[in-house]
């Protein structure tokens, strides 16, 4: 980030007819506090002059690679400037020289040496648009972790109707405003998130209890509150502060997290079980410490009692709440966790891969949302991602 208080987004733009709705797409992020920088292709100069863009964003506007006699590596700064890399319009030629890794001008060039998120909103001709070859190289870029913003149907410049006209400019907004962990998204909802183990008392000083850390859930609590809910979060023990602006109830047992969700159920419209549920605990835990030697055949035999599925039992009493479930699986992930979803009543299941390292301790996860309507699959991403990544898929963004 250049400019110490003001994120920046460079904005690459193309040469398509939607180049008039870039104007306000750069208004937009201006009035959110966004400094937006913008590369043009030459044939986007054919459609419109810089100046404009020099106009709007007060800033130089690049349109040559060797154009800044004063940066001789010109691409490789606008890449590092960029919190977010934005192509608003994209072409489909433009989309799949990307897809390819070709880099012949400063746009391309500038696609390939950034690091940070690239937010791609494709406009063209319908048949362009649908063409085979064009849906692979925006699933290509998708599943590099490019967001596309589709394009809509409807009545298109070149005077055809269908798929192909460019995404209004406030939904362009939107998406590169939750990259940049801007979004309000979640505004006026009410969230509830389960996060942590479970702590199951076998006598005062000894539990029943599972390695989660309770990162995941708490990721997700922070996202939400990041994109304007109002978050309730019920945790087991966990080495984790509260997260700032988040309702945090501490409890120990399943039937304490349970109670404490019960409270709350009712009101929310999203709930989230990311906590790693103790499945059964001690039937009657002793109210002094069990010894060694003398209780020893009490502690070799300790009788075990189901608890309740906090998850189950709240996603069979649901109205209008959209409810997320968990699934930690080392094999089979996809199949497991859709029929984890039927079982449960979940409206989604995130199913984690737990390989060798696991996931419990970990800052990242990999992860495959299953809903009702299919899956989508993430690679490798920081909690903090998987969070926004769930959080994308329930309000349909992607
Ligand atoms: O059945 P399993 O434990 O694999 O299911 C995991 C999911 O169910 C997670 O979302 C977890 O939070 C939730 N769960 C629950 N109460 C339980 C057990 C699991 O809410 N007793």
């Known amino acids: 980030m250049s400019d110490s208080n003001r994120p920046t987004v460079v904005i690459g733009v193309t040469g398509c007819v939607a180049i008039y709705k870039t104007c306000e797409v750069i208004r937009l992020l201006q009035k959110r506090g966004v400094r937006a920088k913008v590369i043009m292709t030459q044939h986007a100069c054919g459609f419109i002059d810089p100046t404009m863009f020099r106009s709007l964003t007060r800033e130089p506007v690049a349109v040559g690679l060797f154009d800044d006699p004063s ?11 960029a919190d977010v890399f934005a192509i608003v319009p994209c072409t489909v030629n433009v989309i799949a020289k990307i897809a390819c890794g070709i880099a012949d001008d400063l746009l391309t060039t500038t696609a ?38 589709e394009a809509e149907s409807g009545y298109l410049a070149c005077g ?123 039937a009657t835990p002793a109210s002094r410490k069990l010894k060694k030697g003398s209780d020893a055949d009490a502690l070799a035999r300790i009788e075990l009692v189901e608890n309740p599925d906090i998850l189950a039992t709240m996603a069979h ?23 984890k979803l039927r079982s449960k009543g979940a409206d989604y299941i995130v199913a984690n891969f737990v390989g060798e390292g696991g996931a419990f301790d970990a800052d990242d996860n990999e992860v495959v949302v299953v809903g009702a309507d299919g899956d989508r699959s993430y690679p490798r991403l920081p909690k903090a991602a998987v969070a926004d990544a769930l959080f994308d898929c329930i309000l349909g963004d992607r």
Do not use: W
């Open 71 to 81: 940066d001789p590596i010109h691409h490789i700064s606008l890449a590092k400037e």
């Open 112 to 149: 390939l040496a950034t690091i940070a998120p690239i937010v791609i909103a494709p406009a063209a001709n319908v048949n362009m648009y649908e063409a085979r070859v064009s849906k692979e190289n925006r699933d290509r870029l998708r599943a590099r972790g490019v967001r596309m913003v």
């Open 160 to 282: 055809d109707e269908g798929r192909g006209r460019m995404a209004e400019p406030a939904d362009i907004v939107e998406a590169i405003c939750a990259e940049l962990g801007m979004s309000r998204d979640l505004e006026g909802k009410k969230v509830l998130v389960t996060a942590g183990p479970t702590v199951e008392p076998v006598d005062p000083v000894r539990y029943l209890s599972n390695r989660s850390s309770g990162k995941m859930g708490f990721e997700i609590a922070k996202a939400a509150a990041r994109r304007g809910a109002e978050v309730f979060l019920v945790t087991g023990p966990v080495a984790l502060g509260d997260p700032a602006g988040v309702e945090t109830v501490r409890v120990e047992t399943a039937c304490e997290m349970l109670d404490a969700v019960e409270r709350r159920f009712e009101e929310v419209d999203i709930a989230v079980f990311a906590a790693a549920v103790a499945d059964m605990r001690p």
């Open 317 to 339: 009493r649901k109205s209008r709440q959209v409810v997320v479930g968990f699934a930690a699986e080392t094999d089979d992930v996809v199949e497991n966790a859709r029929r």
